[in-house]
């Protein structure tokens, strides 16, 4: 169950993401919705990390684990540079998107897969 409570914490993180890219494309980025989609997606690592400290997630979602925290380095890193009013690296933002799509996946298939 807090497996799922994880998959849906990503999901809202996903869809404020998607968000973020369109308001990027239109030069109309705000620290708001970053700050909105990061705390969803911190919210989910965490319950995910707590879900596999407690024995309860599958190989996959573990891999799906290491993939969200170099997601999440990545967003930090981003976020870091949207505070300093600097452009955001383009193959960072694509390698973030990537991982965290990647993850997503991989959590869904472990967390359905049990």
């Known amino acids: 169950m807090i497996n799922v409570v994880s998959l849906i914490l990503f999901a809202i993180a996903a869809l404020a993401g998607v968000t ?3 308001m990027y494309t239109k030069g109309k980025l705000t620290i708001g ?3 909105l989609h990061g705390l969803f997606a911190a ?3 965490v319950v995910l990390i707590i879900s596999a400290a407690q024995g309860q997630t599958t190989t996959i979602a573990n891999y799906a684990l290491v993939l969200f925290v170099i997601a999440a380095l990545g967003g930090a890193v981003l976020f870091g540079s949207h505070l300093k009013k600097g452009m955001l690296p383009k193959p960072l933002i694509g390698i973030h998107a990537a991982a965290a799509v990647i993850a997503f996946l991989m959590l869904l298939t472990g967390v359905f897969r049990k």
Request: proline letters at 0%; aromatic letters at 0%.
């Open 20 to 22: 973020l890219a369109v």
């Open 33 to 35: 919705g970053a700050l």
């Open 43 to 45: 919210s989910g690592l």
